[in-house]
């Protein structure tokens, strides 16, 4: 909690054609909630590939995009 908010939930997604993630998607989960000091039940971790496209489809890159709610603490 900083300046009155605190995190409410994350979703995060990570974009890679390999290595596999699916297989280590809860030991991902397991240290996002601990870095930001949640409940493991509060962060999701997804795996997805992209097909062959593009920068993570052809091995050379990697993408994460997450989406955090954060609400106002009542004062």
Known sequence: MRHGWTIANVDA?????L???APHVPAIRDALADALGLEVERVSVKAKTSEGMGYTGDGTGIAAYAVVLVE????
């Open 19 to 21: 290595p596999k993630l």
């Open 13 to 17: 997604t990570v974009v890679v054609q």
């Open 72 to 75: 106002t603490l009542a004062r």
